[in-house]
């Protein structure tokens, strides 16, 4: 998977001497992870509470010190841009939105390094033949409103505006209302104008890279997400009075699922991941027994023939369950994405950069959504990958080594800066 871009002969910024700094990277993660703080280091910043609005704030501010365009978006997208060369901008990004134990670095490095490659050139003099863009996309967690990479969705054109707006979180806010409330309700169109290319810097979030020993992680793709809500209705009853024989008890069937979804990812085996995140049981006390419980399901796999076997399978198992316990089950679908292949020519200039920079480089795909994954609908797109400390993340104990950081961010830099110097129509290799 060699990519044809020729860029040692592109004068890259890290061949004339030019690295990212260390400390303004360090600095701003470390600022942006005190804007919503939690035990442990990490922040909770769901999307689109007062947490999320500082957040943004700070990367305004940021954005505006360095003289970027800034363009903000119908869902709140924001977009900052280095006007400089011609022609559509390579593009760069991620969120700063968090799930409610987040880290400091899933999602921010991404964003952070996109302003710290932009400040790194501007200082150095030099100016790219093409505009660099820094993408700040709402709701890529999905924790509050569902789907998630809801923002970069919107973006490409993959869901309505209207239909995003209209949204209903899991605390019952509604995304356009919460959206006007913290102002950022943007004026830019959506769908955005598709970009020339993307690449995501993103932590690895799982324990491949640091298991084998291995620095950069040229991601090829994005695994399969199957989420849905599951609503199981009941008997409440008095939990001491009540005979075993005569329940219809759904947090008894709550539990059968997670159970299942355990043994189902352990017969397929391979990528095939099944979570139960979150359960609800009404009334939820000690001597009742539930009324009703709403739990979710969060099924992935890289193989979408399988990932809709393990579908089918969950929905006959919940179908037999409803009737041995006599409940009632309802569901519905709060998000359903194909895996998605990232530019195999882009991929492998991410292996190259990685070769050229002396960090050891391994192709794989990614496990966790990303904002690259719908930006792939509309533009050559791959991601770069740092490990994750034991491949801890949506944990505020994630933590990812600065050489690591640094490295990245520098690869990053020379990656963007072959993109803006090479023809991806180009019959002589894809760029
Ligand atoms: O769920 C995910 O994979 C991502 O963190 N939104
Ligand atoms: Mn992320
Ligand atoms: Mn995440």
Redesign the pocket.
Known sequence: MASAVPFLELNLPSMQGYSISQNRLLGRLDELATIGPIEGGGSCRLALTDADRDGRDLVLTWMKDLGLDISIDGVGNIVGTWNVGTGLPVMTGSHIDT?RTGGRY?GNLGVIAGLEVIETLMSAGMTPARPFAVGVFTN???ARFQP??LGALVYVGGLSLETALDTVAIDGAVFGEELQRIGYAGSSPCPSAAPYAFVELHIE?GPRLEAEGVQIGAVTGVQG?SWQEVTISGQSNHAGTTPMSLRHDPAYIAAEIAVYLRQIAREYGGNQVCTVGKIDLQPNLINVVPKSATLTL?VRNTDEKLLCEVEAKIDQKIAELAVAEGVTISSRVLARFEPVEFDDQLTGLIVEMANYHNRSVMMMPS????DAQMLARVCPTTMIFTPSVQGIS?NPTEFTNTDDLVAGTNILMDTMWALAHSDLSSQTGMI
């Open positions: 799930v899933d890529e967690e999905g998630d990479m979030q997400i969060d496990g966790a959504g990303h949506h």
